[in-house]
């Protein structure tokens, strides 16, 4: 048994926004009290519920150990590695292995720059994102489906403490790989929300530091280095699969609605600051889990259920591609948004300015002109990545996944993508381009 240990430290930066969540809700009015408004009709007097993520004893966002630990277990897991040794082993009966490392979890640094974002709060360090599930046949917001997280945004910073129990040389060996995945360029996904590219922490390749506890027999006593060593990390060899880059770009208006930030007929955008809107991810997975869905339906297959219970199905292979591509419950789609970035500098519209027309008189109706907050020369870039997974035998993607995902492809490129705010009215037209990756 080794007597000796090492303590090691490093910072994670978020690239993407993040919730990792307890299980705990609370009424808006009491979680943003200046942000109350009245009840709609069947809702509690308090308002909508928030889903909380984790935080620490001095009430600051936290990274569990369990999810850092988990994260990188499923990373090694990914490229069908030994990490037993690393990790541990369950106990079964007189089986089981002690893990050789332990995280002390993840304490966020103040963060002061998310003025601009919804209902933002520098005490809280955090702000509340809404989203809704989008009805197929009406493309209007689903009943019930409004869902509002607190979210972790990108750009945050955590430091995140640990130990290898082992001596400093095995300590430098392992520390180094066992850390890689964070040091990927996109980073490694914590938290809800993976599939759709949030949740991406990175490591700084030479922020890794060391220091070693060991007992000292001669002097019979326990003694600690006071100086730290600092070691890289080097990111991991890109995995084979299939990966594909898509550029984006909107030259026209474009917005995202913040309703915290409009007033009266005046709508806000979305936005981190006022040069970068805001686009997120999940509404570019629902834009192309529907689109997967029509050309399913244009080539006469079973249309998808994307609300299937587990109960109906059995093993993967009895869903159709587009459920296996994004996901149903009990199955995590194959299809991931691996990042997001911009790629262009935004420019702030003037306020473009609309009226509603009365139907019968053809005249303007009184007090209905509107002022929309939008941005235009909007670009992104989007990579996609189609993972392979092993399930009972079975690898996955199958072939009829993978046709589907080149035909979306296909369709996509030099087409159009319709995101954000008033697409039928010309907003968040967003040119496709694929430039990058090709189909292995």
């Known amino acids: 048994m080794s007597l000796a240990h090492v303590r090691f430290r490093f910072t994670l930066e978020l690239l993407a926004d993040l919730h990792i969540g307890t299980g705990a809700e609370q009424s808006l ?6 942000a109350g408004r009245a009840a709609s009709e069947g809702e509690a007097k308090e308002g909508p519920r928030v889903a909380l993520v984790a935080r620490d004893h001095a009430g600051r966002p936290f990274l569990p150990p369990t999810a850092l630990k988990g994260a990188l277990r499923k990373a090694f ?9 690393w990790f541990g082993e369950i106990k079964e009966g007189d089986a089981g292995q ?20 919804p209902l933002w709060s520098e005490t809280e360090g955090t702000y509340l994102a809404t989203g809704v599930a989008i009805d197929r046949d009406s493309s209007t917001a689903d009943h019930r489906k409004l869902f509002t997280v607190e979210m ?6 955590f430091e995140v403490e640990g130990t290898w129990f082992g001596p400093r040389a095995e300590a430098e060996r392992n520390l180094p790989i066992l850390l890689s995945p964070f040091a990927a360029k996109g980073g490694l996904a914590l938290g809800s929300g993976g599939r759709n590219g949030l949740g991406r922490a990175r490591l700084d390749p030479c922020a890794l530091e060391i220091a070693e506890t060991r007992f000292d027999p001669a002097m019979g006593e326990v003694v600690s280095d006071t100086r730290w060593t600092r070691l890289t990390v080097c990111a991991p060899p890109q995995k084979a699969g299939h990966h594909v880059r898509l550029a984006l770009h909107c030259p026209g208006p474009f917005a995202s609605v913040d309703p915290q930030r409009g007033s009266g007929n005046r709508i806000g955008a979305l936005r981190r600051d006022a040069a970068t809107p805001v686009l997120r991810p999940e509404s570019i997975a629902g834009v192309l889990r529907a689109r997967a869905a029509w050309l399913c339906a244009a080539g006469g297959s079973e249309p998808e259920d994307r609300f299937r ?48 027309l009365d139907r019968f008189t053809g005249a303007v109706l009184e007090s209905t002109l509107f002022v929309h907050e939008a941005y235009v020369n909007v670009g992104f870039d989007l990579d996609l990545n189609l993972e392979t997974r092993v399930v009972e035998g079975v690898t996955y993607p199958l072939a009829a996944d993978t046709a589907l995902f080149k035909e979306l492809l296909d369709d996509l490129d030099g087409d159009v993508l319709l995101l954000g705010h008033a697409t039928n ?16």
């Open 29 to 34: 009015s009491a979680l943003r009290p200046r």
């Open 77 to 85: 897991r990914a490229e069908a590695a030994d990490v037993s040794g």
């Open 98 to 117: 002690m893990g050789r490392f332990a995280f002390y979890g993840g304490r966020a640094e103040p963060y002061r720059a998310g003025a601009d974002l």
């Open 152 to 157: 972790v945004p990108a750009g945050s910073r």
């Open 309 to 356: 219970k587990p109960s109906s199905w059995k093993t993967p292979a009895e869903l159709q591609p587009v459920e296996r591509l994004f996901g149903v419950s009990g199955f995590r789609g194959l299809l991931r948004i691996a990042a997001l970035e911009p790629t262009s500098e935004p420019q702030p519209d003037n306020d473009l300015t609309s009226i509603a």
């Open 425 to 440: 009215r010309g907003f968040g037209w967003f040119d496709v381009k694929r430039v990058k990756g090709a189909m292995p």
